[in-house]
């Protein structure tokens, strides 16, 4: 059973920086991409940003310019580097792993905070 495990999460106030990681339990090169979500009280989860097993990365519109995806292989991990926090990107935070025909494996999710 493969495991997420994010971490990084916490209190940051507007305009500063915090950096999300996520450790892999096994090969990560098993998922086709890697994912963050989020999901903030009252509103469904939502994509963040994604990079796929050869490097394509996708963000939405909201965190273009301020938030960064990256992933080691050889550690297993994958991150999220976001800058210029705003109020508005207080959530739950999940790290995601997808496999083709079998969908996303979920982390437990780490609290973000972005409040003065």
């Known amino acids: 059973q493969v495991q997420l495990v994010e971490s990084g999460g916490g209190l940051v106030q507007p305009g500063g920086s915090l950096r999300l990681s996520c450790a892999v339990s096994?090969?990560?090169?098993?998922?086709?991409?890697m994912g963050w979500y989020r999901q903030a009280p009252g509103k469904q989860r939502e994509l963040v940003a994604r990079m796929s097993s050869s490097g394509t990365t996708d963000y939405t519109y909201f965190v273009q310019g301020r938030f960064t995806i990256s992933r080691d292989n050889a550690k297993n991990t994958v991150s999220l580097q976001m800058n210029d926090l705003k109020p508005e990107d207080t959530a739950v935070y999940y790290c995601a792993g997808y496999v083709a025909f079998i969908g996303n494996s979920w982390g437990q999710g780490t609290q973000v905070t972005v409040s003065s």
């Open positions: 096994g090969d990560i090169s098993r998922f086709n991409s």
